[in-house]
């Protein structure tokens, strides 16, 4: 190489290396103070564009266990009031029972039919009342297609999971007694359902005998029954579409770590070879920038 005043050739070598080691010094660090190894699309475009992508689907199941708790919550609320309603009727059920004796006189079933009275009007009140943040569970006012749990993170049919409406069918003492004598629909009001099973009234005139409601109770302890069963189906489904949640959450986490993690033994050895090579070039930078300085001698 010739030994030139006005190129310095060595010098300019010698910088761009020394430029390069703090570049790669300063990378290592970068890395190692936020944990990541892509820290923008400068680093790996590929590999941000999949880790943005991933870390969006990641809170989307965020969202989605969220959804399905709160759902298997809803339930929850929904079986702890119909345990209430199938205790009251098996109450009226144990009156009913006593109430087909004949050895009890007509005060005996008058207090019999107050007893059932209140209860009848505490199943109403609670189906009326039972409330999951805002929504009415029991008193028949749930939409025809029921309610939709959102358990996954697109808008297909297997992302959702949904809660018939026959979970939610309302369910006053009326509409259990008027749909559960014989299937066809009747227009019972509580004070005749309670007088009926206290073995009041007529029966010559249409009304009933204690002894025959007890098979209309059981219809409609048959009816709670069966909204038990098919909300604990539903609950299944749930706790079955968290467990798919948490799967899929660590499986997405390990693999945006593989992509987007760095590994701080590599960066920590990274960033001592650049260090040292930072070092290194800095002495030998100088020694460069005197290079033109022999022509001197020969002149």
Request: include cysteine; glycine fraction near 6%.
């Amino acid at each position: 190489m010739a030994l030139t005043l006005n190129t310095n050739i060595i010098s300019m070598k010698v910088r761009t290396n020394l430029q390069s080691a703090t570049d790669g010094l300063n990378t290592a660090i970068e890395r190692m103070t936020t944990g990541y190894r892509i820290n923008s699309s400068m680093d790996d475009a590929a590999g941000y564009s999949i880790a943005v992508s991933m870390e969006a689907d990641l809170g989307s199941y965020n969202v989605a266990s969220d959804n399905a708790q709160i759902g298997s919550d809803m339930l929850t609320t929904l079986e702890g009031n119909y345990d209430l309603l199938n205790d009251h009727l098996q109450r009226i059920r144990e009156l009913t029972e006593q109430a087909s004796n004949d050895t009890y006189g007509e005060d005996s079933r008058l207090a019999i039919s107050r007893e059932i009275t209140a209860r009848l009007e505490e199943i109403t009140r609670i189906a009326n009342s039972c409330d999951y943040n805002g929504l009415k569970l029991m008193d028949g006012s749930v939409r025809a297609e029921g309610y939709n749990i959102q358990v996954g993170i697109d808008g297909s049919e297997t992302s959702r999971i949904n809660l018939s409406a026959d979970l939610f069918a309302k369910c006053t003492s009326t509409a259990l007694f008027n749909t559960a004598d014989g299937g066809q629909a009747q227009d019972y009001t509580i004070e005749e359902v309670a007088n009926w099973c206290a073995g009041l009234g007529d029966a010559g005139a249409g009304e009933k005998l204690a002894h025959e409601m007890l098979s209309v109770l059981d219809t409609a302890m048959a009816n709670v029954s069966e909204r038990v069963t098919i909300l604990g189906a539903a609950q299944n489904k749930i706790e079955s579409a968290l467990s798919s949640i948490e799967v899929a959450t660590i499986n997405q986490t390990s693999s945006l770590s593989t992509i987007r993690d760095a590994d701080v033994a590599e960066e920590s050895t990274n960033y001592i070879q650049q260090q040292i090579i930072q070092s290194a070039a800095s002495t030998l930078l100088s020694t460069a920038n005197q290079t033109p300085s022999i022509a001197l001698d020969l002149i």
